[in-house]
């Protein structure tokens, strides 16, 4: 299978300081990426789909410019949290999806699990 | 919008065989995945079913009816190593969608 990386896998952060993650498409061009984000013991929330060369499309309730995303070529997309606070701590996901209509296999990063102290 | 339902937790016995259910609302379905997740770990793809029936991957099957909105991910010969959580997830436009997620408990 594809292989995605994400980096950093961890990261402890102060209030009110950005935090930037890093995906990456190891062996495949991502057109299109997906950042998700997931709390202790609940299911992967799609935050927003990265799309190389244009705008990120944000789903409904995820702030825009607290979670900037830049996928500036086909194998790199970056979150970044932007004055982060406590309840931005979380686990984020990245995934590239090889389908081109979605719904079969989404291949993640390790994952960042950030802590805003 | 869309909504799939599965069960919070499920616990089963080493060497059992477990169903998990997860029963899906979508428009413009393309298909139902299934993923495993353990502890502080990322998802990793399991099975993905477009179309009716069973499909089979080793000790993991997984099945699609589309009529019901219906699908199942079957787990034979557990082993402990199988204790994660799983997730069904269904393709809609350009997105995967993910159910809450199945909690499975094995027992030794």
């Known amino acids: 299978g594809a292989v995605v990386s994400q980096h950093p896998s961890r990261v402890i952060c102060k209030s009110g300081t950005s935090v930037k993650i890093e995906c990456r498409s190891l062996d495949f061009q991502a057109t299109t990426m997906f950042w998700y984000r997931q709390f202790p013991k609940q299911s992967l929330m799609l935050m927003a789909t990265?799309?190389?060369?244009?705008?990120?499309?944000?789903e409904q309730g995820v702030e825009k410019d607290k979670f900037l995303i830049n996928h500036a070529s086909l194998t790199l997309s970056t979150l970044t949290v932007t004055s982060a606070h406590p309840e931005d701590s979380s686990f984020y996901i990245c995934?590239?999806?090889?389908?081109?209509?979605?719904?079969?296999?989404?291949?993640f990063g390790q994952g960042t699990r950030l802590t805003v102290v | 919008g869309q909504s799939l339902e599965q069960p919070s937790e499920v616990t089963a016995v080493e060497g059992a065989i477990v169903q998990i259910n997860c029963t899906y609302q979508?428009?413009?379905?393309?298909?139902l995945s299934w993923y495993q997740q353990h502890d502080g770990g990322a998802p990793t793809f399991l099975s993905y079913n477009a179309l009716d029936g069973l499909e089979e991957t080793g000790r993991f099957s997984s099945f699609l009816s589309r009529s019901d909105s219906y699908g199942y991910l079957l787990l034979q010969e557990l082993q402990m190593k199988d204790s994660a959580s799983y997730f069904c997830a269904v393709g809609r436009d350009d997105k995967i969608i993910f159910g809450k997620g199945t909690r499975l408990h094995i027992l030794p």
């Open positions: 995934s590239g999806d090889l389908s081109t209509g979605g719904g079969t296999e989404a291949f």
């Open positions: 979508t428009s413009g379905f393309y298909g």
């Open positions: 990265s799309n190389e060369g244009s705008k990120a499309t944000y």
